[in-house]
DNA sequence: TCCATATTTTGAATCGATTCAAAATACGGT
DNA sequence: ACCGTATTTTGAATCGATTCAAAATATGGA
């Protein structure tokens, strides 16, 4: 069998009509009379032509219809993460919805991502920022197409971005374990950065944690103002958003003298590594601890005990990340979208002491 | 600010040189001597002209480096079906090593999923053929790239693909309960059809189930007729693969007279909605009922208890999937690749009576 | 200085389609 | 039979790069 290589033209002089004519048989078929249209058919049959070639059609019409979601992890991340899956659930469905492609494009170093991102065959890209941010931003800039960051950590209005209100929604993650009557609360905070592990002081907090979880935790304060609790009253435990980091955080938490009685968590997943833990030291939830996430991932809904959390609104996010790229009508501001409080079975008064 | 229309043409004419040694300076620049290679770039960078555009590039080198995975599922399948994301884990393994692209195609409906085919730009796809796999190769055919089928449920020799060993891989399974001591055992199984829902009679096995679970069917089966228990003893609850019909199954296996020791699930995201119903109604794993997946996805290494089942060689089919796309090396005939027995905490023996 | 060789640059062809103004053909009415 | 309108078909231009044989230029040795 000769190799595939029939092309629209060798159809059209075989079945003696222009090019014109066959690229029509092909794209517009109502536009070429009945007859005509049967013979270049069997003619395509014939040679074994399957069909237009996407990359020529594409390189006339300059548009893919397809985007890129891009991050600085592996590959794997996509499929991973349970922040990134909800993320990319939801985007898929908008997808779906309008016909559009997904591709996933990632690396760990610069250079290959660079590459990644420069090769792509997007119409745009929606970054997911949580690390190296503002390098793939930049890298992105490069590429000279419609993109929208997801989770950027730095502030810089001209970066189109959808961003969601971290600050009210730790205050309302807090309030909700304060409401309940709880006073002994810990943080389990997030980051990426190793000299945010471990115990943190407060002062730290504002030069060294990047914008996400600075704004969570300023939620958290502001709700423990209220009830006139100080800052300084409530540990925090830095984790590298990883199992193992989130251990140690626990162990550290629990073996003080006087153990939290709920813990807020900057992350369900790191909520659901600390439950593990919890479960796995003969503690229940919510009896002995609370615990409330965030973000609000599938996972949270169907762990034992389903774990309270405060939700993004991932469909909404998608929806505006994709019709920005696909129509390029990127926002100009920085609107950050509200979470929602969902109250489920980690989250109990505290026990009487 | 004029729209992002500077061309490699344009640099060149801008510049004073050729196309070609405009071309050169940034796809070959060790080619170009240095002061002609600056003043290139100079010019490009006040035109603003950000790189050759990867169309026309890609239209002369015919490649795209990306490969297709591809369902006749919506988008979100990628990234929630524990399947699914398992090999999607290893497929970004395998690609973030070759620095290949990834790009998910999919649609419910036909007609989508075969404008999404043709229309992907990739240089091959990977078939995931759980649901309408026959369809989904007619498709791909068409598009007359290199292709590889995985859970291929038709026997067709001309189809490239890629298996496992379901029948000793189920044989394994039910070996291991069996060893165990386990006599009473109930089968969990899987497909799409609707008539294979509920109590299903073994000889229906055969003429209607799909390759996959029929298999798996035989595999436990011949374990069982190792130690003397015949086909008719065991009962067959089908589910849909979802969450409500295997809550279903499970009622009905757990209402009856005789209620099973054990359970053979056909997939771990089956066992795992099962051990959850057996939370819910206070059996205890594995001191109450023993279970065991099939699949091997990284949920069942953290489940509560972890549970114990029978792994196929992700990384394994991912690499060979990969390669066979990237090399056009399609292989010629079936081989079945082993499974691997991971003993975890969801097995053990029975409770005396 | 001249020639042979090495290094750069050029220009046109090519990849595989789509598009659209203009030309050709068909159709209907008188 | 003829004309005006409607429908089809044509052919050349275009999308944006890469490639490569041939031409131009530089380098070095005698």
Known sequence: MAKGHVRLADVAKAAGVSQGTASNVFSRPDVVREEVRERVLNVARELGYGGPDIKGRLLRAGRVNAIGVAAVEPLAYFFDDPWARSLM?????????????????????????????????????????????????????????????????????????????????????????????????????????????????????DPEMEATPRDRMHGYWQAMAEYGIPREAVPIQGTLHDRPSTLTAMEALFSSDNPPTAILAMSDKVALFAMQWLAEQGLKVPEDVSIIGFDGVPEAATSLPRLTTVAQPFAEIARRAVTAILENALPEDHEALDLELVVRDSTAMPRLR
Chains 1, 2 share one sequence.
């Open 89 to 205: 659930t939801a985007i898929g469905e908008v997808c779906d919805a309008s016909g559009t492609g997904i591709a996933v494009v990632s690396a760990m170093n610069e250079e290959r991502l660079a590459w990644n991102i420069n090769s792509a065959l997007v119409d745009g890209f929606i970054l997911l920022c949580v690390e190296g941010g503002e390098r793939l931003v930049e890298l992105t800039r490069q590429r000279q197409l419609p993109f929208i960051a997801l989770a950027l950590g730095i502030e810089d209005e001209t970066i189109p971005a959808i961003g969601i209100d971290n600050v009210s929604g730790g205050a309302v993650a807090a309030r909700h374990l304060l409401e309940l009557g709880h006073r002994d609360i810990a943080i389990l905070s997030i980051g990426d950065v190793d000299g945010l592990v471990g115990l943190v002081a407060p002062e730290r907090v």
